[in-house]
Nanobody, 117 residues
Framework: QVQLVESGGGLVQPGGSLRLSCAAS????????MGWYRQAPGKQRELVAG???????NLADSVKGRFTISKDNAKNTLYLQMNSLKPEDTAVYYC???????????WGQGTQVTVSS
């Protein structure tokens, strides 16, 4: 079993920055592909950024150049640095871990990000 706990959300003005954290209950980054998803009201959950076990990262087109995904192996923590935030980035952000064989899939509880003036 893996617990994922997100933190770092909040209210920020357009153009501002936030850093989200996702703390895993144990060391999983060598066995699990990690990702950040978001879900806005009335919309489907979408992938924002991914980071594989080999360190390959990908970003949704809508956040390229503004968001960065990274990991701290010593702290078992995944990050999402979000810069130049826009109102359309408003959503609940979720951390996800999928084991490389696909047989385990874990979600965090989500953290609200609101971008508004």
């Amino acid at each position: 079993q893996v617990q994922l706990v997100e933190s770092g959300g909040g209210l920020v003005q357009p153009g501002g920055s936030l850093r989200l954290s996702c703390a895993a209950s144990r060391s999983i980054f060598t066995m699990y592909h990690m990702g950040w998803y978001r879900q806005a009201p009335g919309k489907q959950r979408e992938l924002v950024a991914g980071d594989t076990t080999t360190g390959r990262t990908n970003l949704a087109d809508s956040v390229k150049g503004r968001f960065t995904i990274s990991k701290d192996n010593a702290k078992n923590t995944l990050y999402l640095q979000m810069n130049s935030l826009k109102p359309e980035d408003t959503a609940v952000y979720y951390c996800n871990a999928v084991r490389t064989d696909g047989l385990r899939n874990y979600w965090g509880q989500g953290t609200q990000v609101t971008v508004s003036s």
